[in-house]
C-alpha cells in the first residue's frame, strides 16, 4: 500500500465533501432534512476528524483493491462499497431514526461518489 495514494485519495474524497455539502450542491437541502439546526463542534476538530476517518476509508479500500487494481476493477470495487455497503448501511440506519429518503440520498450518494474516486485514484495511480 502506497502511503501518497492513501493520502491522495483520502484529500480528495476530503474535497468532494467540501463540495458535496456546500450551497453550491447539496448544503441548503442537508441543512433542510436535518431540522435546520447547525451542527455543533468546534470546525478543527469536526474536520480533522473527518478528515481521519477519509484516511482510514481509503487505507482499507487500498487493502481491498491490492496492488495496481486497474481502473476499471478499483470502480467497481468503489461502487460495489459505496452504494452496495455504505449507502445501504446509511439506509437501515436512517429507516429506525426516521430520517427522510432525500437525507439518504444526499448523504449515501456522497460515499457513493467517494468511494468511485478511490476507484479512480486507485485505478489510475496504483
Not at 107 to 112: F, K, L, M
Request: hydrophobic letters at 55%.
Amino acid at each position: 500500500m502506497d502511503p501518497w495514494i492513501v493520502l491522495l485519495a483520502a484529500a480528495s474524497s476530503f474535497v468532494v465533501g467540501g463540495l458535496w455539502y456546500s450551497p453550491v450542491l447539496f448544503g441548503k437541502a442537508w441543512n433542510r432534512e436535518n431540522g435546520g439546526v447547525p451542527q455543533a463542534g468546534h470546525p478543527a476538530k469536526v474536520f480533522g476528524t473527518s478528515f481521519a476517518f477519509s484516511l482510514v476509508a481509503a487505507a482499507c479500500f487500498a487493502i481491498l483493491a491490492g496492488p495496481s487494481p486497474g481502473l476499471e476493477s478499483a470502480l467497481r470495487l468503489g461502487a460495489l462499497v459505496g452504494a452496495g455497503l455504505v449507502a445501504t448501511s446509511f439506509g437501515i440506519n436512517y429507516q429506525f431514526a426516521q430520517r427522510t429518503l432525500k437525507l439518504w440520498l444526499i448523504d449515501g450518494g456522497y460515499h457513493v461518489a467517494q468511494f468511485l474516486l478511490f476507484g479512480v485514484v486507485f485505478g489510475l495511480l496504483g
